[in-house]
């Protein structure tokens, strides 16, 4: 099987789960794939919207249901927790239109909110 053959076939999931753990690195490769024309923009495009959504409201509505258990109070500890607060509260509508771009920000704001 060669890389481009694995790449048609695997691919599109590939990019949906890179979406949702990496974010950004996967979707330019996503779009670099689909500048070769292995894989369509359009599924290309879906695939990166849905994990990122799907991760970001899992991460959400996780944080959420459990709110009260351990594992998020030793989140909501963290130094860096009251620095996204902090920043939230100062500027609500800029930090969500920036925050997937912050290194370490990503997957804390969803337990922010």
Same mark, same amino acid.
């Given at each position: 099987m060669t890389i481009d053959s694995l790449i048609a076939h695997y691919g599109v999931a590939a990019i949906? /789960? *890179? @979406?949702?753990? !990496?974010? !950004? @690195? @996967?979707? /330019?490769? *996503? *779009?670099? /794939?689909?500048? +070769?024309?292995l894989i369509p923009l359009w599924q290309v495009g879906a695939a990166v919207y849905l994990g990122t959504l799907m991760f970001a409201q899992g991460l959400f509505l996780v944080a959420r249901r459990f709110r009260d258990t351990p594992w998020i109070a030793r989140q909501t500890a963290r130094p860096a927790y009251a620095t996204v607060v +902090? @920043?939230? !509260? +100062? +500027?609500?509508? *800029?930090?969500?239109l920036v925050y997937r771009f912050v290194f370490g920000v990503r997957a804390l704001t969803p337990l922010v909110l």
């Open positions: 949906f /789960v *890179g @979406a949702a753990t !990496e974010g !950004e @690195a @996967a979707a /330019v490769a *996503g *779009g670099l /794939v689909a500048h +070769r024309h +902090r @920043a939230l !509260e +100062r +500027r609500p509508t *800029g930090f969500l």
